[in-house]
């Protein structure tokens, strides 16, 4: 199990640690509930230093981020980052990440963990199949990652940094080079409130991650663990890596065409999503709520229509305090994904009747100053 760099930081503040994605993490140091509530209505400080992190570069960098991406990049430095697939060629996900274009022929690139080792070993193999001039680097170990999600994230920033970041759009970043620290900074809200992201290319014996607690309890924030994190994201209706997103899945699958620019002249997976296009995905991400029972629906459970007939699976569930209710998400054959059809799960120990609902479950995004 890999540990982050900050482990000792997190035990020290009582912090309950468990395994994610081959990593011991902080899972919580109050309780999820109190985390969640405090996060949703002040701020929480995450460390998700166990995210991919790369760097690619080199005289061929902007052709090969279009080859081997869905989106299209400008050819100067965007103050934006995108979020991206990376498919394979049958149109299947390697990892749905978020790239900026830091520098000329520089990219900087965000996985999720479980995907860090096959992105590289696949960004590496395509930049030596097609002959790209390019170099992937990898900067998971040894850099630190935290992420400030709530509305009164940026008055933390301000004040740990010195920096006003009111006028920095959703996804855009900044470099802080002026400040004590080697910084980026990064707008980027996972939990459906105002958020940012902040990237250090090394440890620094703990003192960012010291300023950013002390500035966010000072708020009447807290330091969140992994369980808030997977309920937010849960909420938002993100896909994680390894539920919702493996080679098996499409993005027209998980509704997320607009992640898709059709026009670009040719990209990996291209001609394959074109034709799933053409015919219809076989299969759909939909939202569930639970209308019968108590359980938790979990990953894989099988799911049967109304009629007792097998049309798919649970990807994720949880308990939403947000909806006060149970919900689930999975995917189902194509022809029973109708709204308000029920369903019945299968769970160790008994059934779960439920119905389908819209997807993101959270439908207004509260950042201010957008």
């Known amino acids: 199990m890999r540990k982050l760099p900050l482990a000792h930081k997190h035990l020290e503040i009582g912090a309950r640690m468990g395994g994610f994605a081959s990593w011991e993490v902080p899972l919580f140091y109050k309780s999820i509930r109190e985390e969640y509530f405090t996060c949703k209505n002040n701020c929480g400080l995450f460390d998700i230093s166990h995210l991919g992190k790369f760097i690619v570069q080199g005289k061929d960098a902007q052709a090969f981020m279009e080859f081997i991406s869905t989106r299209h990049f400008s050819e100067k430095v965007s103050p934006r980052g995108k979020v991206s697939f990376f498919l394979n060629i049958r149109g299947g996900i390697i990892d749905m990440s978020l790239v900026y274009k830091i520098e000329d022929r520089k990219f900087l690139i965000f996985t999720n963990a479980g995907a860090r080792e096959k992105f590289f070993l696949w960004t590496s193999y395509i930049a030596n199949q097609h002959h790209f001039d390019i170099e992937v680097e990898d900067h998971t170990e040894g850099s630190l990652l935290f992420s400030i999600q709530g509305p009164k994230s940026r008055e933390v920033v301000k004040r740990a940094f010195s920096e006003n970041l009111d006028s920095l759009p959703r996804f855009g970043w900044k470099k802080l080079a002026a400040s004590n620290y080697n910084l980026m900074i990064m707008r980027s809200a996972f939990s459906y409130e105002d958020g940012f992201e902040i990237w250090h290319q090394g440890i620094d014996n703990g003192n960012i991650w010291g300023t950013l607690l002390q500035q966010i309890t000072e708020?009447?924030?807290?330091?969140?663990?992994?369980?808030?994190?997977?309920?937010?994201?849960?909420?938002?209706?993100?896909?994680?890596?390894?539920?919702?997103?493996?080679?098996?899945?499409?993005?027209?699958?998980?509704?997320?065409?607009?992640?898709?620019?059709?026009?670009?002249?040719?990209?990996?997976?291209?001609?394959?999503?074109?034709?799933?296009?053409?015919?219809?995905?076989?299969?759909?991400?939909?939202?569930?709520?639970?209308?019968?029972?108590?359980?938790?629906?979990?990953?894989?459970?099988?799911?049967?229509?109304?009629?007792?007939?097998?049309?798919?699976?649970?990807?994720?569930?949880?308990?939403?305090?947000?909806?006060?209710?149970?919900?689930?998400?999975?995917?189902?054959?194509?022809?029973?994904?109708?709204?308000?059809?029920?369903?019945?799960?299968?769970?160790?120990?008994?059934?779960?009747?439920?119905?389908?609902?819209?997807?993101?479950?959270?439908?207004?995004?509260?950042?201010?100053?957008?």
Request: aromatic share 10%; glycine share 12%.
């Open 219 to 370: 708020q009447g924030g807290c330091p969140c663990g992994f369980g808030v994190r997977d309920l937010l994201r849960f909420e938002a209706s993100l896909p994680l890596h390894g539920q919702e997103i493996d080679e098996t899945v499409t993005p027209l699958e998980l509704k997320k065409e607009y992640l898709i620019e059709w026009e670009k002249e040719d990209f990996i997976g291209k001609s394959s999503l074109y034709l799933e296009r053409k015919i219809g995905p076989k299969k759909q991400l939909v939202g569930i709520e639970i209308i019968e029972g108590r359980k938790i629906p979990r990953y894989g459970y099988p799911v049967y229509s109304s009629q007792n007939l097998p049309c798919g699976y649970i990807t994720s569930g949880n308990y939403s305090f947000m909806f006060r209710k149970i919900l689930g998400l999975g995917f189902l054959d194509q022809q029973s994904c109708s709204l308000g059809e029920e369903l019945i799960i299968s769970a160790p120990g008994g059934k779960i009747k439920g119905r389908i609902v819209n997807i993101p479950f959270i439908t207004s995004f509260s950042e201010k100053g957008e």
